[in-house]
């Protein structure tokens, strides 16, 4: 038993419910509220933009919801997915620490964002919509909304960073090989977008710029399209929770409970996924896991952002979320871990951060790189650059835990593989990468136009 090193749960283990942390939260999430009134918004107001289902659950209160049986028979062509034992890379770094991680580029689009798309896509398609809109940075969750909307039948529009369109063009190819359309943004196809243009005719996009264009094109269709997130709304969070779920089953196989829980920031949805059934395990149960954050140095939204109110989008036209934010109209350094590179984040992860339940670090890009390689090269997997945020934050609690002679259960995700990211990788190997400290200056700017609310 000792020297097993990859716990696998049959398929009758993926779990038949979501767990939302609503339910177990200290105190309830600040409300959402209407960009125009400031006051809370209601289900109408979201209804132009998400399924009626969805809308419910992102205010549920209920502690579990069912997944529905549709939904759980596509998770069955990649869950449960695989939780390892990391020996190799605990030789690599000599620690006495034991390190576990858990797979979710093991899915069919490469990261944990199947877990959300495919039920988004169910909802919607309940409802009788007949496609999704959606933005996509690094194009994880372009390619999982495009395979989830194939499973479903239906169209799918992605607006996708201009960036990013051109860094990595095998990513578009796989939306369209799913039947989605692919649209570089900012573009000329939205108002935002041509706002933007007018402005800025080089701007090489970015997410909160995306989301203006791919809410604008779902709320003039006339009720023909909806829009879909792949991160930040409490829904998407929950969804994510099958990943946590099963890890609690799959450290009972190795015998071992975690010291700490270790996940890449974005928008927080797969540090949510894995860390939050552990929570609920601190509140109800007794147990004292620590859980750390890990973001870019270049887009520190926890460790550097402010508590308050802000548009999801750049043009504005998002509901006011209350969350740790760099500025709506924040410009992210052209970092490669794209999927990182969001102005704000989840409002659950921002009101765990800021009650203390949570840890949060910040690491250059020169070192997540250095995490990368030194994974691969003992694990033998590619993680994809956002992923290597996490490696990096497991590898310091290693170092910490080496340093102070104890043994230390360290789990993280690694929420996806990097076999569309390895331009990323030729620029790292060739010496050609940099690190971007976010400076303090450009933060004051982005503050400026943080909305009002009274
Ligand atoms: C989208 C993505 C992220 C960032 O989003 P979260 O909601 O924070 O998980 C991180 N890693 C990968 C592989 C992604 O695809």
């Known amino acids: 038993m000792s020297d097993t090193i990859r716990f696998d749960l049959p398929q009758s283990d993926i779990p038949h419910q979501w767990y939302n942390i609503q339910a177990d939260l200290p105190r309830p999430l600040p409300p959402v509220l209407h960009p125009g009134t400031h006051q809370p918004v209601g289900p109408d107001d979201l209804a132009p933009l998400f399924p009626m289902q969805l809308i419910?659950?992102?205010v549920s209160q209920d502690k579990y919801l069912d997944i529905p049986e549709e939904v759980r028979e596509i998770y069955k062509l990649w869950r449960p997915t695989p939780l390892l034992r990391a020996r190799r890379l605990e030789k690599a770094l000599d620690t006495p620490a034991h390190i576990y991680y858990?797979?979710?580029?093991?899915?069919?689009?490469?990261?944990?964002?199947?877990?959300?798309?495919?039920?988004?896509?169910?909802?919607?398609?309940?409802?009788?919509?007949?496609?999704?809109?959606?933005?996509?940075?690094?194009?994880?969750?372009?390619?999982?909304?495009a395979q989830a909307c194939s499973f479903f039948d239906?169209?799918?529009?992605?607006?996708?960073?201009?960036?990013?369109?051109?860094?990595?063009?095998?990513?578009r190819s796989m939306m369209q090989t799913f039947g989605a359309s692919v649209t570089p943004s900012p573009s000329n196809t939205t108002n935002a977008g041509r706002a933007i243009l007018e402005r800025d005719p080089d701007s090489t996009g970015s997410l909160g710029i995306a989301i203006s264009e791919a809410v604008e094109a779902a709320a003039t269709s006339g009720g023909k399209y909806k829009y879909a997130l792949g991160s930040v709304l409490n829904h998407v969070l929950m969804h994510q929770t099958v990943i946590g779920q099963e890890c609690l089953k799959q450290m009972e196989l190795a015998g071992e409970y975690p010291d700490v829980v270790v996940g890449p920031t974005g928008?927080?949805?797969?540090?949510?996924?894995?860390?939050?059934?552990?929570?609920?395990?601190?509140?109800?149960?007794?147990?004292?896991?620590?859980?750390?954050?890990?973001e870019p140095a270049a887009c520190p939204s926890l460790t550097r952002g402010k508590y308050v109110y802000d548009f999801g989008d750049t043009g504005g036209m998002t509901p006011l979320v209350k969350m740790y934010t760099l500025g709506h109209d924040f410009v992210p350094a052209p970092l490669h871990a794209g999927g990182l590179r969001y102005h704000g984040m989840a409002s659950i992860i921002c009101?765990?951060?800021?009650?203390?339940?949570?840890?949060?670090?910040?690491?250059?890009?020169?070192?997540?790189?250095?995490?990368?390689?030194?994974?691969?090269?003992?694990?033998?997997?590619?993680?994809?650059?956002?992923?290597a945020h996490g490696i990096a934050g497991a590898i310091h609690e290693a170092n910490a835990a080496k340093e102070a002679g104890e043994k230390r259960v360290i789990l993280f995700n690694l929420c996806g593989h990097g076999h569309f990211d390895m331009s990323a990788y030729d620029?790292?190997?060739a010496g050609e990468l940099e690190d971007y400290e976010y400076p303090a200056a450009a933060i004051e700017a982005a503050m400026a136009n943080i909305p009002v609310v009274g």
Not at 113 to 142: H, P, V
Not at 267 to 294: D, Y
């Open 351 to 387: 009101e765990l951060w800021d009650q203390n339940l949570i840890e949060a670090q910040a690491v250059a890009q020169l070192e997540t790189f250095e995490a990368a390689l030194t994974f691969a090269r003992a694990e033998g997997i590619v993680p994809a650059p956002e992923a």
């Open 267 to 294: 928008g927080g949805s797969n540090f949510a996924g894995i860390m939050l059934p552990f929570l609920e395990r601190n509140l109800n149960a007794g147990k004292q896991v620590r859980f750390l954050a890990v």
């Open 102 to 145: 858990k797979y979710e580029g093991a899915s069919p689009s490469g990261s944990h964002k199947l877990n959300t798309a495919t039920a988004q896509a169910y909802y919607n398609k309940q409802e009788g919509i007949m496609g999704l809109t959606t933005e996509t940075g690094a194009g994880q969750w372009g390619t999982a909304l």
């Open 154 to 171: 239906m169209e799918c529009i992605v607006y996708m960073v201009k960036i990013s369109y051109q860094q990595k063009p095998y990513r």
């Open 56 to 58: 419910m659950q992102e």
């Open 427 to 429: 620029a790292y190997l």
